[in-house]
T-cell receptor, first 114, second 112 residues
Framework: NAGVTQTPKFRILKIGQSMTLQCTQDMNHNYMYWYRQDPGMGLKLIYYSVGAGITDKGEVPNGYNVSRSTTEDFPLRLELAAPSQTSVYFC?????????????FGQGTRLTVV | KQEVTQIPAALSVPEGENLVLNCSFTDSAIYNLQWFRQDPGKGLTSLLLIQSSQREQTSGRLNASLDKSSGRSTLYIAASQPGDSATYLCAVRSGSARQLTFGSGTQLTVLP
């Protein structure tokens, strides 16, 4: 059981470049989330999805885009990378119906924009 | 807007001590609360999940309590060990997105 898988683990981008962070889960979870974590801080929500075809903005969505074409995959797209996007990015998933399960997190993607 | 605060920000204790980490949140309309452990440069490991209808959860040397009406949770670690050294994050699930809102964490160091 792989859980939540993120790729890549590390990446260095130049200012203005674009990239996609991949996230996939094999637990048939309906909710998926992208968070970023800056040094010494908690995690902040970027985007979330409540199911395939449905996405919405979180607390810090500027400079990012997402899509959810399948239940399993929830990629995060960075367009025109900026130094302020240097951070660690975490993907998470959970199941929510009558009861909310615990959230499972990927191992993170450490991104540096130079 | 939900806000989560963790006190203290850092804690250093000798091995064997029992300790308590605190978490408070501003909006009591939560679905559940989850405690995580994060080792340096690593991802988040879920420790305990407390549903909004529950008062506490236990796993081994860990015990988490929830007082939803007062907006507080505590994580109790018994007989601490150097291997417990990590950052502990509290997160509450609330809102229409059922998202987790995180505190900034407590960095725990257990000295041998």
């Amino acid at each position: 059981n792989a859980g939540v898988t993120q790729t890549p683990k590390f990446r260095i981008l130049k200012i203005g470049q674009s990239m996609t962070l991949q996230c996939t889960q094999d637990m048939n979870h309906n909710y998926m989330y992208w968070y970023r974590q800056d040094p010494g801080m908690g995690l902040k929500l970027i985007y979330y999805s409540v199911g395939a075809g449905i996405t919405d903005k979180g607390e810090v969505p500027n400079g990012y885009n997402v899509s959810r074409s399948t239940t399993e995959d929830f990629p995060l797209r960075l367009e025109l990378a900026a130094p302020s996007q240097t951070s660690v990015y975490f993907c998470a998933s959970s199941y929510s119906r009558n009861r909310d399960t615990e959230a499972f997190f990927g191992q993170g993607t450490r991104l540096t924009v130079v | 807007k939900q806000e989560v605060t963790q006190i203290p920000a850092a804690l250093s204790v000798p091995e064997g001590e029992n300790l308590v980490l605190n978490c408070s949140f501003t909006d009591s309309a939560i679905y559940n609360l989850q405690w995580f452990r994060q080792d340096p440069g690593k991802g988040l490991t879920s420790l305990l999940l407390i549903q909004s209808s529950q008062r506490e959860q236990t796993s081994g040397r860990l015990n988490a309590s929830l007082d939803k009406s007062s907006g507080r949770s505590t994580l109790y670690i018994a007989a601490s060990q150097p291997g417990d050294s990590a950052t502990y994050l509290c997160a509450v699930r609330s809102g229409s997105a059922r998202q987790l809102t995180f505190g900034s964490g407590t960095q725990l160091t257990v000295l041998p």
